[in-house]
């Protein structure tokens, strides 16, 4: 694997335009056909609508909500909805993209799409999310559909969001199929390991490139920035597999210890705290920024997006970059990272173990037999293993990054789909 400099995209204040760049990038490297990637610049469908939500204040407030479909060529559409204040129509369509490129990574018969509602969740009672969700469902209910396109939950949604949605969206359609909705609470249909599956695939990612570097894991430390459900599964089966980890943080607060945090102890004071950690006592409360530039060799971004700056680039001192968060690294930062030669292991592979989860929670509603989590993670670490060696071997082929090498894993397979299919 080389981390030569690719012709390095340039800034854009358009995520969507963000991620084009590199599609671009990936597309010329392999001499993707022109017509394939016209297809994939453009996603297939963009849905908006406006959601009135009655508050408890008994006034009415009117939402965004929104879902783009991206591509559908190696099957039905799958993405997940978060729920956060600057979602909007340019993100969402970034996302959707990443999607394709994610489960094509993957190996999954799936497309991409994502959604979201512009909505501050934690500013609002659990009555005006469960009205707010249901409105979406059935909004959405010719969109999304158990062949057609899936959700799943995101930044600021989880099992009980996936739960309304289903509910509402089997009483509109008059359906009762669970896999139409993935990440759903175990008793009505959710996988045993979908919770701390992205955190796990996050951290088979980490130990499958420390292998490459010839690192062992109990030699190495690590930051983990964001304590939700990337974050935290992340930090938490990092550190059960010998990793030291350094630093953690989330939005209320970030923290630092050289001798290593107890990740038990962390958890345990976030679930006491609302999910947050201000105030915790097992290491030194330090500034956000510093996060991220800590002495560490393991950097996870499991939190926002766009955080990885080409200034916090030049600063960062981890040699490995393992990123849980979708995007969490500008491209303007990609050529950066290159010539410093850390390697970083692009979201579309490093968090793709949520969606293959969601994937096998699919299968099992489909079949209706249930997997046992032993079998659920298993399968889960042979594909992500798999998913990682070719991103890894198509670097070291077309002599690029891992960001590179994981657009060109996906790209070859979204051309073989719409090649054998004949269709765009
Ligand atoms: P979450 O809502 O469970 O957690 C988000 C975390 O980020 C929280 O700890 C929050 O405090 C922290 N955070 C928010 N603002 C911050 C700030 N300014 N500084 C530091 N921390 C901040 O969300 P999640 O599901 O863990 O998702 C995190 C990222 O992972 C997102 O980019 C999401 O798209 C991506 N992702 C999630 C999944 C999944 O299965 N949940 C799958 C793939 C990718």
Known sequence: M???????????????????????????????????????????????????????????????????????????????????????????????????????????????????????????????????????????????????????????????????????FNKVTGDDSPGVITGKPIAIGGSLGRDAATGRGVMVNTLAALKK?????????????????????????????????????????????????????????????????????????IAHDQLLLCKCDVLVPAALQNVITEEYASKIQAKLIVEGANGPTMPEADHIINEKKIICVPDILANSGGVTVSYFEWVQNKAGYYWSEEEVNTKHDIKMELAFENVWNNATTFKTSMRIGAYISALQRIEQGVKLKGSY
């Open 213 to 285: 570097m010839n690192l062992k894991p109990t030699d190495v430390c690590a930051v983990v920035q964001g304590f939700g459900n990337v974050g935290s599964h992340a930090a938490r089966l990092l550190s059960e597999k010998g990793i030291k980890i350094v630093g953690i943080g989330d939005h209320t607060a970030s923290f630092y210890n050289e001798k290593g945090i107890n990740i038990k102890d962390a958890l345990d004071f976030s679930a006491k705290n609302k999910g947050t950690l201000k105030g915790f006592t097992g290491a030194t409360e």
């Open 2 to 168: 080389s981390t030569q400099t690719v012709n390095a995209p340039q800034a854009h204040d358009s995520m969507f335009e963000a991620v084009l760049a590199r599609l671009d990038v990936a597309a010329k490297l392999m001499n993707l056909s022109e017509e394939v990637t016209k297809v994939l610049r453009n996603p297939k469908k963009e849905v908006k609508v406006s959601l009135p939500v009655v508050m408890d204040n008994g006034k009415i407030e009117v939402f965004e909500g929104y879902r783009t479909v991206h591509s559908t060529h190696l099957g039905p559409s799958k993405g997940g909805i978060r729920y956060a204040l600057d979602v909007n129509a340019d993100e969402v369509k970034a996302l959707a993209a990443w999607m394709s490129f994610k489960c094509a990574v993957a190996n999954l018969p799936y497309g991409g799409a994502k959604g979201g509602i512009k909505c501050d969740p934690r500013a609002m009672s659990v009555g005006e999310l469960e009205r707010l969700s249901r409105a979406y469902a059935k909004a959405m209910k010719d969109v999304f559909g158990v062949n057609r396109d899936i959700p799943a939950p995101d930044m600021g949604t989880s099992g009980r969001e996936m739960a309304w949605i289903l509910d509402e």
